[in-house]
């Protein structure tokens, strides 16, 4: 059993994002862990409510609850409201712990131009780990199996990638819109229709996102880029 080390204390300023709504709040107690079990750790600590457009008043003290197993039916908690600054640049905080293994995985945000050590091979940038794609997923395994291509660069790590197109409303979005969101996963082997299957399979998180603190172990490395901007994240 792992040694817990909570990320929260009483006094942190913490908001609730969800439905487009965000409330922040500040801790009035500790994270207490009552629940501790090889797959399953419940915490729960109170907050005050600061400031919010979700139906709740400032000074309202609201209770929560976070299980290990299930994140995504709990609150989804950050540093900073995503509405604001941009669901890329807030530190999520969900769940509130950390493991001593699980830690040494963390969520890193990178430049899509960064140099990047995986699996022990250099990749320069984002436009080189795509140019190593072998296997390439639309959305989901369930629409059909992956499609193996050849990639145009070769080394000893394999990558493989499932995307999701931007979503389009109209006739503009459908002629000009041409970014994806995209996941990839890296192997020492050849990337196999199990390996996408699996990849499909993991929870979805904002914009299609596969990467979360929650991912097994034996998924890593990933690394997601949401299709504009520079940054990507990257889970070794």
Not at 148 to 155: F, G
Not at 185 to 200: A, G, N, W
Request: net charge negative; aromatic share 10%; glycine share 6%.
């Amino acid at each position: 059993m792992f040694m817990e080390r909570c990320k929260l204390k009483k006094g942190d300023r913490i908001y609730e994002c969800r439905y487009h709504e965000a409330t922040l709040t500040e801790l009035i107690t500790d994270p207490e862990l009552l629940v501790q079990g090889e797959d399953s750790h419940y915490w729960h600590w109170e907050a005050k409510v600061i400031e919010s457009n979700a139906g709740v008043e400032p000074g309202d003290v609201i209770s929560y609850g976070i299980t290990e197993e299930a994140p995504a039916y709990g609150p989804c908690l950050y540093r900073q409201n995503i509405y604001a600054v941009g669901w890329e640049n807030a530190e999520r905080l969900l769940p509130p712990f950390d493991t001593s293994e699980r830690g040494s995985h963390e969520i890193r945000r990178c430049s899509i131009t960064d140099d990047i050590e995986i699996l022990g091979h250099v990749f320069h940038g984002l436009k080189d780990i795509q140019a190593h794609i072998e296997m390439s997923l639309y959305k989901s395994y369930s629409r059909g199996e992956a499609n193996a291509r050849e990639p145009k660069q070769k080394c000893e790590v394999h990558v493989g990638e499932m995307w999701m197109p931007y979503p389009c409303f109209d006739s503009s979005d459908f002629a000009n819109e041409n970014r994806d969101y995209q996941n990839f996963i890296f192997r020492r082997r050849p990337i196999t229709q199990e390996d996408m299957k699996k990849l499909s399979e993991l929870p979805r998180q904002c914009n299609e996102c596969r990467i979360s603190e929650n991912v097994p172990v034996e998924m890593l490395p990933m690394v997601y880029y949401v299709g504009d901007g520079d940054v990507m994240l990257v889970r070794l």
